[in-house]
């Protein structure tokens, strides 16, 4: 592990010759009481890291500490913690205080998404559980390390998109599940195409974009401007880089698509079954992309080597009227699970329910088994995300991909996007 500060490589570098695992993982099974009460500190609380969902404490896990470079956010989430809970939490300004603390069990990272990877594997070696916000990564390389760094310490990983697992699916109108089910029974035929259009939610956040004529502005007081950017390239400082637009540049994110994407996608991965694959093509329509601004885009087709396809429709390519959402040699599922297949739900109710999924993520720490979203699968959906992006970057209209190598065929441009070099000062 390399990164900016000596005095946390020499401390990282001992703790790593060991699988450390958090305070109360010290049975000699491995297990933590049920009775035991965890802990979890969040690193980045400008946005969903301070929302009603994440920003909590129970009997089940207390929330003992955050972490952020801006001192405003720093505070306002300081200020929401005593009323909410009545305690002063521990506040860190640098993310490898907030890891090594001995009395944080959960790292939940919180941050943009060019910060996820380095955070996730720096908390897996020093015996911290992650819960990450989406997209899991910005690259695919990065989700690599994650990968390797979950399995090498031993950690429980959980991807904060959820509905492979429950909800209502978006603007769908049906859950998973019945879609999964569907699927298996083989009564669609195969392969199938998935479009994801306006009709299911898709086009909400479609004009998250960047701006292509920023200027230089003062760094405010309150903001670490460098450890903000971190791994990322030095920019200057505009306030359309940071906090809230952020997504809008390569560097830190890839728009609307990225933000949402892995929503949507992940699910799909999981009903198609190709939780352990990726597609071996993408094909891109739109418009020529700024190197550093994201744009927006027209249409993404992915397909598989059995040719299944999804297709994610954007600007100008908004299906109109009655679009099915899944389509097959023998029937079709619209919004709504509307289904051309007569009498599909009794039909269905022959068939087994999909295997249950562990989506109890405490109970998962407890008793060290993987969650139903952790960093495999997590990893494969945002897959799909970035082959995209680095087809978009590179205003490439088609790229080939080998899911067993995770690396585009005949593209060294593209390859070069993959494993991202970071900026001097940190790496993994």
């Known amino acids: 592990m390399k990164t900016n500060r000596r005095t946390f490589l020499k401390t990282m570098g001992t703790i790593g010759l060991f699988s450390i695992v958090p305070r109360k993982v010290l049975g000699g099974n491995g297990f933590i009481s049920p009775s035991d009460q965890l802990t979890k500190g969040i690193i980045g609380v400008g946005g969903i890291g301070k929302s009603s969902y994440h920003f909590t404490s129970s009997e089940a896990c207390r929330l003992v500490s955050v972490c952020d470079v801006d001192q405003k956010h720093l505070q306002q989430a300081v200020d929401l913690g005593k009323k909410k809970f009545g305690t002063t939490l521990t506040t860190y300004h640098d993310f490898r205080d ?3 603390d001995p009395n944080v069990d959960i790292v939940h990272i919180a941050t943009p998404p060019h910060w996820h990877a380095l955070m996730a594997v720096e908390a897996a070696r020093a015996g911290k559980d992650v819960w990450c ?5 910005r690259t695919i390389g990065e989700g690599r390390k994650v990968v390797e760094a979950m399995q090498r310490y031993n950690r429980i990983f959980r991807l904060n998109t959820w509905f492979r ?3 209502t699916f978006y603007g769908l109108g049906t859950t998973v599940q019945p879609l ?6 083989g009564m669609l035929g195969w392969p199938l195409k998935v479009v994801v259009s306006g009709a299911t939610g898709f086009t909400w956040k479609f004009y998250w ?4 004529n920023l200027q230089p502005q003062p760094v405010p007081q309150e903001l670490d401007y460098d450890m903000w950017l971190g791994p990322a390239p030095f920019k ?9 637009t952020f997504r809008g540049y390569w560097d830190y994110d890839g728009g609307g698509l990225t933000d949402m994407g892995q929503h949507y996608l992940d699910p799909i991965q999981y009903f198609l079954g190709k939780d352990n694959t990726s597609p071996v093509k993408v094909e891109v329509d739109a418009p020529q992309q700024h190197y550093d601004a994201v744009g927006i885009w027209r249409k993404i087709t992915y397909t598989y080597a059995d ?3 999804i297709v994610l429709e954007g600007e100008g390519y908004e299906s109109k009227g009655k679009v099915p959402y899944i389509e097959g040699p023998k029937g079709k599922v619209y919004k709504g699970f509307e289904c051309t297949i007569p009498d599909v739900m009794n039909k269905l109710a022959e068939f087994p329910d999909p295997e249950p999924q562990n989506t109890d993520f405490l109970d998962c720490i407890r008793t060290r088994k993987k ?9 494969h959906s945002c897959t799909l995300v970035n082959m995209a992006t680095v087809a978009l970057r590179l205003n490439r209209k088609e790229l080939a991909f080998d899911p067993k190598t995770q690396l585009f065929i005949g593209d060294d441009a593209a390859n070069a996007l993959v494993n991202q070099p970071m900026r001097k000062g940190w790496n993994f």
């Open 98 to 100: 907030l890891i090594r």
């Open 133 to 137: 916000e989406k997209p899991m990564t």
């Open 165 to 167: 697992f429950t909800d």
């Open 180 to 185: 999964k089910k569907l699927v298996e029974s």
């Open 209 to 212: 974009v960047g701006k292509d």
């Open 236 to 244: 200057p400082y505009n306030a359309h880089r940071v906090h809230q």
């Open 307 to 309: 040719g299944c396809q």
């Open 371 to 379: 969650f139903a979203l952790n960093e495999l699968n997590g990893h």
